[in-house]
């Protein structure tokens, strides 16, 4: 007899128990093993997910040789709440060095507690990589063979539910809006049915309370100038007057040129993660170390003065052997340097468009995983949907309550509040 059997045996029952009457023993073992499977499942995902991530950082180090990013232990347990009942989760712990950046995992998100219905697990199982045709297959180890919704048509279904929220979203009224910061960049993918490769023009904003939200989604050929004023004419079409105090971007001309033309007099933020990169690439490996560690010193300047002392003594070590990487780092250096002009505290989150770049590290695994997306309305759809399913986990601003100063027009020297002349 096995325990199953003796369970169902030694259990308080009238003498003529039946096969019925054991059912419900049956059926909770059953559920404890989905629970255990979908519990295994789920912890292998998200060791596999930090392990690639460590991997992927594995080469950057700092002047003492320790990698800047690596594993720490785990943090405390977590339960999330499933079809299934309660499972437990250890998550891993990432140290992370570097100035700016966070590892936040995309399967099981900080606020994450609850798999609220099928609408919520599919897109999160699909955007991780899970193809259509094995999503019944991870959602019966998850939710068990009963669960609702697991057929490859119903996945196909909610796939198209996901363009028209898209579509419905994209037109939405923007009356009222104000966005205090705006940071903007362009992301290329690969579409596996077709031989172009769609730039997806992204702007995310910062409202009055220091919270981030997804401004803007645009299907553009290529990061052209009038891919962008066509972009940023429908934001002001449908509502959307108020210039931003600063935008936030990488080199790209066409995003500076339909901004003059848009929202003429806004001041422009060179994204620093993008012009260090420019810069090292231009210089030989064996002297990129030292070249990063002078950048560094140029964005981490207390002021705009010391900053521009920093990048003269770039200039005056680089010069002669490496031309091209001072002359790109001297190229709009007035932009990279406007930050000054806002409050200390608003400085890490404005010298980079970090909180695009690591929304679309996600994005661009599960374009790996299925070697792109099958059209380019699938890869907007697939993009939207990742984009709002993390928008919950911006953090605000720090110092938000600064930026009604901002706002105000109040006047910043080197993050520092001035004085108000009097009247």
């Not at 940023?232 to 995003?255: I, M, N, Y």
Request: hydrophobic share 35%.
């Amino acid at each position: 007899m096995n325990t199953l059997q003796m369970n169902a045996t030694t259990k308080e029952q009238p003498s003529q128990a039946t096969d019925l009457d054991a059912r419900p023993v049956c059926q909770n073992a059953l559920e404890d093993i989905l629970r255990l499977g979908a519990q295994q499942l789920l912890q292998s995902a998200i060791e596999t997910e930090v392990a690639e991530y460590v991997q992927r950082h594995q080469d950057e180090l700092d002047d003492r040789k320790r990698r800047l990013v690596t594993r720490n232990g785990t943090l405390p347990p977590r339960s999330l709440q499933s079809a299934q009942g309660s499972i437990r989760i250890k998550q891993p712990r990432v140290r992370e060095r570097r100035e700016g950046h966070r590892f936040t995992s995309s399967i099981l998100p900080p606020y994450l507690r609850r798999v609220a219905s099928l609408d919520n697990l599919i897109p999160a199982l699909y955007l991780r990589g899970v193809s259509t045709n094995q999503m019944q297959t991870a959602l019966e180890a998850i939710l068990g063979s009963n669960a609702p919704g697991l057929s490859a048509a119903n996945v196909v279904r909610l796939k198209s539910e996901w363009e028209t929220q898209r579509k419905q979203w994209q037109a939405r009224s923007l009356e009222g809006k104000e966005y205090i910061y705006l940071w903007v960049d362009g992301i290329y993918f690969n579409v596996r049915l077709s031989t172009d490769r769609p730039c997806l023009l992204v702007i995310v904003g910062a409202l009055a309370d220091g919270t981030k939200e997804l401004v803007g989604l645009y299907d553009g050929h290529r990061e052209s100038k009038i891919s962008w004023k066509e972009f940023l004419s429908d934001l002001k079409t449908r509502g959307l007057k108020q210039a931003p105090k600063v935008v936030v971007g990488d080199g790209a001309l066409g995003l500076w040129g339909a901004l003059e033309e848009e929202y003429p007099g806004v001041k422009h933020q060179r994204c620093w993660v993008h012009k260090a990169a420019n810069v090292l690439d231009k210089m030989a490996k064996s002297v990129q170390p030292g070249a990063k560690e002078m950048l560094k010193e140029i964005y981490m300047s207390p002021s705009r003065k010391t900053a521009g002392e920093a990048l003269a003594k770039f200039a005056r070590v680089y010069k002669a052997k490496y031309p091209k990487a001072v002359a790109c780092l001297e190229k709009g250096k007035e932009e990279l340097l406007s930050f000054y002009d806002f409050p200390a505290e608003h400085w890490p989150h404005l010298r980079t468009t970090n909180p695009i770049e690591s929304t679309f590290a996600t994005v661009r695994h599960r374009t790996r995983q299925t070697k792109g997306c099958g059209s380019r309305q699938a890869t907007l759809a697939m993009v939207y949907q990742l984009l709002r399913q993390t928008e919950n986990g911006w953090r605000k601003l720090n110092g938000a309550k600064q930026l009604d100063k901002v706002l105000a027009g109040v006047l910043f020297i080197d993050g520092e509040e001035q004085p108000q002349k009097a009247a």
